[in-house]
DNA sequence: AAAAAAT
């Protein structure tokens, strides 16, 4: 149990509005941070994804800030645009009425409303680095009185690509002044630069509680020789029916290959990447929060951060860079304790890479074959099954039990049962599952090509049994954690049907409010 | 080598 938020330090003022958002419990990495914070200490802040990070440094911020001198005095960098929306939403709601005032600084959008915004003058910006710089140099952005400096996806703000940005604007801004990083991982390359812009700084690092494991079943299908990636992909849609779901692609290109393909073949996704405008980035994100777009095709534009209430899936297409990148995209599922899917698709010549991901989580993924033709139907067959049992125990099946009994005088009750399913079966058949039409049957049954030289157990279900190595603490949030709820038994063939599939109806479970921890609006205040 | 981030 945490100690309160007005035993960390915060006003009453502040807890009051806290609880009217319905923010009442500090989470692990807010009860560490915060005390630090408001003591004036640098902070290096690592937790895993939707622990409440942005609260973290929000609120001491806010509880410190001179109100009444209106000048930037909090400084935010995020790498992506729509982070720095999200970080700005989430600081935005811990305002309250106290007066203080915020910007959202980042590129793709007119220029002169930021400008007249800082004009006006604020206390708090977040932003891109491109932008912020560019309004540097124009001399509407003064960094003079900056007293705090933050640093989300701090690892990522600090490499390669970003990390000639984030030092100009740091020449820029007053050298007393507190500066806090925060990231999921924190690669020691990284790790060893933080001395050159953090002083004296304490480490927090808030491993997941082992009441709350963070539920994401990883699952490896091991795609054929000689198979395409897209061709893997198909048969693996079928059999995931993935309600909603990021698939993650290494180039703009492939996503809007891909992307293509699957609308084809009728399939509701769309894509997400650096090459779209800001505005179309932006309605996709409102599509696909509303569930208007079920899958969504993206770069790793998409892997940090980004904030989408219940995804059930996540898809590595193409294996992602780094361990840290593949932390973060799956990330994006599993979130305020909900289950979730990930998925990576891996050639026989990825083998090596899959197990250095796995050591690293310090979790054995699932390893699959391409689920074949019989496999899907089997699922869909035993969805359909479900779907009868929850029916037979709803309100409604009284209204058909006259048409049964009409069509009894006639019939064998087993008999109008099974017309009733067919009916079912074909009705809610998606218009997308298709049998490959290029593939044999011998191959469709299996797709995976037994070793034909190398000796050793060519078992097509090969699990990982690789030794677990302890001492990574900071990159990786948990310890090893027993086999998801994916045993093999759910996936044996069985009656093998002609014809289509019933499409599941999944209920939609209302989002609580996890008290301090995960919610719509706190979460884009975590990662 | 690619992605992100200013136009």
């Known amino acids: ?10 006003s009453e003022e502040r807890v009051q509005q806290l609880e009217t958002l319905g923010f009442t419990e500090p989470t692990n990495i807010q009860a560490q941070a915060i005390p630090h914070l408001l003591s004036g200490r640098d902070v290096v802040g690592q937790s895993q ?6 609260a973290a440094f929000s609120l001491p911020i806010l509880e410190r800030l001179d109100v009444n001198h209106r000048a930037v005095q909090a400084l935010v960098l995020a790498p992506t645009r729509e982070l720095a929306i999200q970080v700005h939403d989430a600081v935005s709601t811990f305002i309250g009425n106290s007066g203080l005032r915020t910007a959202a600084i980042y590129g793709g959008q007119s220029i002169d409303r930021q400008i007249m915004q800082l004009r006006r003058g604020v206390h708090i910006v977040v932003g891109t680095p491109g932008r912020v710089i560019d309004l540097l140099e124009r001399g509407s952005l003064k960094l003079d009185y900056v007293r705090w400096f933050v640093l989300d996806e701090a690892d990522e703000m600090l490499s390669m690509g970003f990390i000639d940005d984030v030092e100009k604007i740091l020449s820029q801004a007053p050298t007393e002044r507190q500066t806090a990083l925060f990231s999921a991982t924190m690669p020691p390359s990284i790790r060893q630069l933080v001395n050159n ?3 004296d700084p304490v480490t927090v690092t808030v491993q997941q509680p082992k009441a709350a494991p963070n539920k994401i079943n990883q699952v490896a299908y091991v795609v054929p020789r000689n198979w395409s990636k897209a061709r893997a992909l198909q048969p693996i849609l079928e059999m995931e029916d993935p ?6 692609v290494r180039t703009r290109r492939t996503a809007a290959e891909l992307t293509s393909q699957l609308q084809s073949a009728g399939h509701s996704v769309d894509e997400y990447h650096g090459d779209l405008s800001q505005q179309a980035r932006e309605r996709l994100l409102g599509r696909f929060r509303n569930r208007q777009v079920r899958w969504v095709v993206a770069t790793d534009i998409a892997a940090r951060g980004l904030d989408v209430d219940q995804l059930s899936h996540v898809i590595n297409f193409d294996l992602p860079d780094s361990v840290e990148t593949y932390v973060h995209r799956i990330g994006r599922t599993g979130r305020a304790g909900k289950e979730g899917t990930a998925i990576t698709l891996v050639q026989p010549f990825e083998r090596r890479k899959q197990q250095i991901f796995e050591r690293h989580v310090r979790q054995a993924w699932q390893v ?3 689920p074949t033709r019989a496999q899907i139907e089997a699922r869909y067959i035993q969805k359909l099954q479900e779907q009868v049992r929850e029916a037979l125990t709803g309100e409604r099946l009284a209204s058909f039990l006259p048409i049964v009994r009409e ?3 006639e019939y064998d009750a087993h008999a109008i049962a099974a017309a009733a399913l067919q009916l079912a079966y074909d009705q809610t058949r998606p218009a997308w599952l298709q049998t490959e039409a290029d593939a044999t049957e011998e191959e469709l049954l299996s797709p995976t090509p037994k070793p034909k030289l190398r000796g050793g157990g060519g078992s097509p279900r090969r699990e990982y049994s690789g030794e677990r190595r302890g001492g990574r603490s900071w990159d990786n949030g948990e310890g090893g954690r027993g086999e998801g709820g994916r045993g093999e038994g759910g996936r044996s063939v069985k009656p093998k049907l002609k014809g ?3 499409s599941p109806r999944r209920e939609s479970a209302a989002s609580g409010k996890k008290i301090g921890s995960v919610s719509a609006a706190q979460e884009s205040a975590s990662s």
């Open 49 to 54: 994804t939707g622990t409440g990070k942005t």
């Open 197 to 199: 812009y953090l002083n």
């Open 368 to 370: 699959l074959p391409i």
């Open 407 to 409: 069509l009894s005088e």
């Open 1 to 10: 149990m945490n100690p309160s938020f007005q035993e960390l330090g915060l």
């Open 243 to 248: 309600e909603s779901a990021l698939i993650f």
């Open 500 to 502: 289509g599939s019933s």
